[in-house]
């Protein structure tokens, strides 16, 4: 049986473009807890998969005002990404991402309006 998250709220960040598009951040902390998937984490990876950084308590970023840029979503995008992919399909790579360890961890996600 897997366990259940309510989505309280999402994040909009708006791109260079002007698009506005809702990220659905759960909070689940799911994102912070499997860096060993790629190396591009690894300065952050206290050696267990899971950041140096994360409160496991509260599933929240210790240092979030001033977090790494690989943990900036929109500012990520701007200076590495927004190139070679538009923003949405950025944001619908995130998201899928955010699924795919969800479902692995059998976290179900329900959405409060």
Request: proline share 3%; aromatic share 10%.
């Amino acid at each position: 049986m897997g366990k259940e998250l309510f989505l309280t709220a999402p994040l909009k960040s708006t791109s260079s473009a002007g698009s506005v598009v809702v990220f659905p951040c759960t909070k689940c902390g799911l994102c912070c807890k499997n860096l060993d998937k790629s190396s591009i984490y690894s300065y952050l990876d206290r050696g267990d998969g899971t950041c140096v950084n994360f409160d496991s308590a509260s599933h929240l970023c210790e240092i979030y005002e001033y977090r790494p840029l690989i943990c900036r979503v929109d500012a990520y995008y701007e200076q590495n990404l927004s190139a070679s992919m538009s923003w949405d399909e950025y944001i619908a790579a995130n998201i899928q991402s955010c699924r795919d360890i969800q479902s692995a961890e059998k976290l179900f996600i329900t959405s409060i309006d």
